[in-house]
C-alpha cells in the first residue's frame, strides 16, 4: 500500500512565526487531507488537496502530485495551532487513508 | 447536519467483556471506516465498508468484528476486551473525496 511520511515530527514556534510542514507519498493519490488534532484529540479537516493550491485565513497548502508531496504552510502562527497535524492519503476514490506520523506543533506565547 | 457521530465517548471495559462501538453517518455517504489511534501515533485502519453489505480487513483487524447492514450505521464489535486494544477510535465516512470523522471514542481496557 501507499507509505505517508511526513516532517519533522516536532516543531516548537515562537507566536508570530511561520512555518512549513511537509508529507511525503509513495505513489500517485486520489486523495489528500490535512487534519488538525487539537489537544482535546479531536481531528479537524484542514484541507482536501489532491493537487493544487489552497488558502484559509492563515493557513495554506499545495500539493504537487508529479513529485508526489505535499506542505502545509501555517503563517502568523498562534497558541491555538498547538496540536498535532496530520497528512492522510489514498490511491483510489473512496479508497483507504493511509496516515503519516505527524506534526507535533507546540506554539509558544 | 449532525456528520459522523460515535457513541459513547468515553468507556472502560474489563478484560474479557465485550462491547459495540456505534458509529452513524447521515450523509448518504457509502464508504465507512474504522480507524484506532494509540497514544503519540498516527490512525491505523481497522475495517472498511464500501456500501451495505459489504466490508473489509484494513491493517489491524483481529480481535473486531463489523457489519453494515445499513448505509448509515456501520458499528464495531469488540468480542474479548484485552489491554492491547486500549486506544481511541475514529469513525470515519466519504462518498469518495474528502473525509469526514467522528469525535473518537476513549476506550480503556483493565
Known amino acids: 500500500g501507499i507509505q505517508v511520511e511526513q516532517s519533522p515530527p516536532d516543531l516548537i514556534l515562537q507566536e508570530g512565526a511561520n512555518s512549513t510542514l511537509r508529507c511525503n507519498f509513495s505513489?500517485?493519490?486520489?486523495?489528500l487531507q490535512w487534519f488538525h488534532q487539537n489537544p482535546w484529540g479531536q481531528l479537524i479537516n484542514l484541507f482536501y488537496?489532491?493537487?493544487g493550491t489552497k488558502q484559509n485565513g492563515r493557513l495554506s497548502a499545495t500539493t504537487v502530485a508529479t513529485e508526489r508531496y505535499s506542505l502545509l504552510y501555517i503563517s502568523s502562527s498562534q497558541t491555538t495551532d498547538s496540536g498535532v497535524y496530520f497528512c492522510?492519503?489514498?490511491?483510489?476514490?473512496?479508497?483507504?487513508?493511509?496516515f503519516g506520523g505527524g506534526t507535533r506543533v507546540l506554539v509558544k506565547p | 447536519n449532525a456528520g459522523v457521530t460515535q457513541t459513547p465517548k468515553f468507556r472502560i471495559l474489563k478484560i474479557g467483556q465485550s462491547m459495540t462501538l456505534q458509529c452513524t453517518q447521515d450523509?448518504?455517504?457509502?464508504?465507512m471506516y474504522w480507524y484506532r489511534q494509540d497514544p503519540g501515533m498516527g490512525l491505523k485502519l481497522i475495517y472498511y465498508?464500501?456500501?451495505?453489505?459489504?466490508?473489509d480487513k484494513g491493517e489491524v483487524p483481529n480481535g473486531y468484528n463489523v457489519s453494515r447492514s445499513t448505509t448509515e450505521d456501520f458499528p464495531l464489535r469488540l468480542e474479548l476486551a484485552a489491554p492491547s486494544q486500549t486506544s481511541v477510535y475514529f469513525c470515519?465516512?466519504?462518498?469518495?473525496?474528502?473525509?469526514?470523522f467522528g469525535q473518537g471514542t476513549r476506550l480503556t481496557v483493565v
Open positions: 470515519a465516512s466519504t462518498m469518495g473525496g474528502e473525509a469526514f
Open positions: 505513489d500517485s493519490v486520489n486523495n
Open positions: 488537496i489532491p493537487s
Open positions: 492522510a492519503a489514498s490511491k483510489a476514490a473512496g479508497n483507504k487513508l493511509t
Open positions: 450523509m448518504n455517504h457509502n464508504y
Open positions: 465498508s464500501v456500501g451495505a453489505g459489504i466490508t
